[in-house]
């Protein structure tokens, strides 16, 4: 009868240390590390949606229609990270739009699509709050530089 008891005892004990083991994790982290993953120092970066249109030869802005594009560029000129709209090929047709660029200033440019009847030219532009437009998107008009 002592060893069932002792037996008992000790089963009781360890189920209870196993139990109390597996719960340290919770009751230790407060609400805002459990959900956030991220420690004190970190934040996360706020980023900007893009849209793209093109800016004719006499001037005019274009915002829709098709056009021998490869890819919109947009290159941070402090940190030289690229951000493009690569979608295979030429002929994309506007707007097109890139969501996730962190504030900064870029140097915006396009590629030619595989037509090569276009060129494009580059702009310099900054990303932040001030730049966002009444639809929410901060729109970068690249320049048409020659086309055939």
């Known amino acids: 009868m002592k060893k069932s008891i002792f037996t008992a005892t000790a089963f009781a004990v360890l189920l209870g240390t196993a139990v109390s083991w597996s719960s340290v994790d919770n009751v ?13 120092n970190e934040t996360k970066t706020k980023t900007y949606k893009v849209r793209y249109g093109l800016l004719a030869k006499d001037g005019t802005k274009i915002l829709s229609g098709s ?6 560029l947009a290159e941070n000129m402090t940190t030289g990270e690229v951000f493009d709209t690569y979608y295979g090929g030429g002929f994309q ?12 200033t870029y140097t915006f440019s396009a590629m030619q699509g595989q037509g090569g009847w276009v060129g494009y030219g580059s702009v310099v532009a ?3 709050d001030a730049q ?3 639809d929410g998107y901060i729109t970068v008009y690249i320049p048409i530089t020659w086309e055939e």
């Open 67 to 72: 056009y021998d594009v490869g890819s919109f």
């Open 126 to 128: 900054t990303v932040s």
């Open 28 to 40: 230790t982290k407060s609400p805002s590390q459990e959900h956030s993953g991220m420690s004190k």
């Open 132 to 134: 966002v437009d009444a």
């Open 93 to 104: 047709t506007l707007p097109q739009y890139y969501e996730g660029i962190p504030e900064g």
